[in-house]
């Protein structure tokens, strides 16, 4: 195995096994936006006035990239970097980064090239942690697992997410701006000139973990708010749909600090100043953490959270009180039924996000009517559902491509 490979591996793993567990938690302003206009790199800078519709495009520029794992840098691709217009939570109008590869052979099989809405995992909440600036440097752990769709033809379009890359904080786990900044992505491939891509292309979602969650809230939300695209079917797994039931997974463990970038990112979309909970270790900590990325995992490693706030309150004892007990709430998954079929993988052997979460979110679109199959594993840990998770993708979602019939599993859950 390459260095290379072996670190984005290495990331991997540490990434799934833990992104979801963190957002568990409350938290605000203590670790300030981690980066200004004036901060970054002139490509991510947005402009003071945005194009006027979501998913068009602000610029684009030709991204350096080579899919080193599994052979894939044989896959001849077309991939460009891109800035694109979304909006937040609360419908305000932001610019969000991210990448569009699309392979250059001609598309051979049966209508147009499918587009996967790509929803990565956890990367940081650093600006540098960027998708598009990993692919850049040939350390996205993504791009093992994107592979397997670029060798089938589909164009992939992945976005950074709200605050990662561009200014202000990435707001990790909220559920709305995650789930618009995938479907956004996807309209901005379809806008992008030279990518071949148009509204008349199949469209698939996609993720894992963080990823999982995006992905299934842009199920949800499609219909709504991106009613154009012919979405066919998503896959999420292991998706943290109530992170009521996540307090504690890893607390005092090696991957602590990842519940510090959900507090982060939450209290950030909701305007919720965080600083006062903490005590002057915490503040501290949450300075240092603002910058990290998925690879920074010692920093806080084994740490209790009771360690860093004001009055000795665990987070999964802050998130019972107000302001926070809404927050989590709100980044409910379940209560709206998405408009395409599902498929949600979960191993009931995860360590971070529990087995029930998936179970649960079955139960619920599929007593709002939609289209589910559920597919749980004995595959050990949250990492290795993983990649359980991605040798389902291509069987699933090919079918829902050609139109195939669903296999429910709604009524055996």
Known sequence: MSHRLGRMVAAAAAAV????????????????????????????????????????????????????????????????????RSTDRTGTP????????????????PGRRPVIGYAAGTQGIGDTCAPSRQ?????????????????????????????????????????????????????????LPGSGLTGANPVGLYGYSQGGAAAASAAELAGSYAPELKVRGTVAGAAPADLTQLPGAIDDSLFSEFSWYAIAGLTASYDVDFAPYLNEAGREMYAEMADNCVFDLFGSAFTSSADYTADGASLAEL????????????????????????????????????????????????????????????????????????????????????????LSSCGRV
């Open 17 to 84: 096994l833990v992104p979801l567990t963190s957002l568990s938690a409350p938290s605000g302003h203590a670790a300030e936006a981690s980066s200004t206009q004036e901060d970054l790199p002139a490509f991510y800078r947005a402009p003071a006035t945005l194009p006027p519709a979501n998913g068009d495009l602000v610029r684009s520029e030709p991204l350096r990239f080579t899919l080193d794992p599994a052979g894939a840098a044989r896959i001849a691709l077309t991939t460009t970097r891109v800035l694109y």
């Open 319 to 406: 998130i019972q009180r107000e302001p926070f007990r809404t927050m989590i709430d709100d980044q409910r998954i379940g209560r709206r039924a998405p408009s395409a079929p599902v498929l949600i993988t979960h191993s009931r052997l995860d360590d971070v996000v529990p087995f029930a979460v998936g179970e649960q979110l079955v139960r619920d679109w599929c007593a709002r009517g939609a289209k589910v199959r559920f597919s749980p594993n004995v595959t050990p840990l949250h990492v290795g559902g993983m990649l359980n998770n991605a040798t389902e993708v291509y069987a699933f979602l090919e079918a829902r491509f050609l139109s195939l019939p669903v």
């Open 94 to 109: 932001h610019a969000v980064s991210g990448t569009v590869l699309v392979p250059k052979t001609p598309w051979i099989g």
């Open 135 to 191: 692919l850049g440097e040939g350390i996205e752990y993504e791009s093992i697992f994107m592979s397997g769709m670029l060798a089938r033809g589909w164009a992939v379009a992945m976005t950074d997410y709200e605050g990662l890359g561009t200014a202000g904080m990435h707001t990790y786990m909220d559920r709305e701006s995650q789930g618009r900044a995938v479907l956004d992505a996807v309209r901005a491939a379809q806008r």
